[in-house]
């Protein structure tokens, strides 16, 4: 086996810390029952989606990836996640928006040639994505969560990959329209953790480890990109055997992509210096 353990990471786009500790009930319940940790994430500046995105992947701030607005994209030159574990021999999966084959395969987006591709070469083995064309405060058009958390799903049974992600801008989306303290975000959080919870249970049982966190929290009045603890502040449950440190400190999301790539025996490469927030149980 080219890697020594199977990871997914699934993002949720824009999700407060405040609102992941009290409206996902499954989540919660798991790290009640002993099954998953929690931590608080912090998000890189700018907290903006893309920004953030590229920093994930890349383990660098966007004032080195060059990623500085949500408008201005392009292949970004830094190794990732991807480019990574398929160097050492894995396969990787993407269920996401358009905008992360755009950074870690290549720009523009070919609406048909990139919609979905299946590349033994990588960096992305196995892509499955969507563009949100026409997004507006009132059409969000964003594919239901069940339908991504199955072709997540999909992609493990049918094409073995090592490491997969899956990005949703659902709740994202219902910030921008309706803000975060208010009776459909809170509905929107229970849709949300009820559809992850159908199939966490058999992605662990397939032999992954799960991570599942945001690209950056939001506020009331559905804003992120600035400074603050509500824009930028998240929360990171882990399922797997590693260990993790206290409770209460607070991780740099530039740590994600080197913990992720030590979780999978990858090795890391020098440009993402932040320390690997995992070690070996
Ligand atoms: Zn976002």
């Known amino acids: 086996m080219p890697v020594s353990s199977k990871l997914l990471l699934i993002i949720l786009d824009g999700v407060p810390w405040r609102n992941w500790r009290r409206l996902f009930g499954n989540l919660e319940g798991w790290v009640q029952s002993g099954e998953a940790r929690v931590w608080k994430m912090r998000a890189v500046l700018p907290s903006m989606s893309a920004c953030c995105y590229a920093s994930i992947h890349t383990g660098v701030p966007p ?142 049982d397939a032999g992954y480890e799960v991570i599942v966190t945001a690209d950056h929290g939001q506020t009331d009045r559905g804003h992120h990109g600035g400074r603050e603890d509500l824009q930028q502040d998240f929360a990171l449950y882990y399922f797997g055997p590693a260990a993790g440190p206290d409770d209460d400190m607070l991780l740099d999301q530039l740590q994600l992509a080197p913990t992720i790539l030590t979780r999978l025996g990858v090795p890391v490469p020098e440009t993402m210096s932040a320390r690997p927030f995992l070690r070996a149980g």
Request: hydrophobic share 35%.
């Open 63 to 204: 004032q080195v990836h060059g990623i500085l607005s949500n408008e201005v994209r392009f292949r970004v030159a830094q190794p990732d996640i991807f480019s990574e574990v398929t160097k050492a021999g894995g396969k990787t999966g993407a269920v996401t928006h358009s905008y992360w084959s755009e950074f870690f395969n290549r720009h523009p987006f070919d609406f048909v040639g990139d919609i979905e591709y299946d590349e033994p070469g990588g960096p992305i083995s196995h892509g499955r994505f969507h563009t949100m064309t026409g997004y507006g405060h009132d059409n969000q058009m964003t594919p239901s969560d069940a339908d991504l958390f199955a072709t997540l799903s999909m992609l493990a049974a049918r094409h073995g990959i090592d490491y997969g992600i899956l990005h949703t801008c659902t709740l994202d989306s219902m910030g921008h329209r309706f803000g975060h303290d208010n009776t459909p975000m809170d509905h929107a959080c229970a849709v949300m953790d009820g559809m992850l919870a159908a199939f966490l249970p058999r992605w662990l």
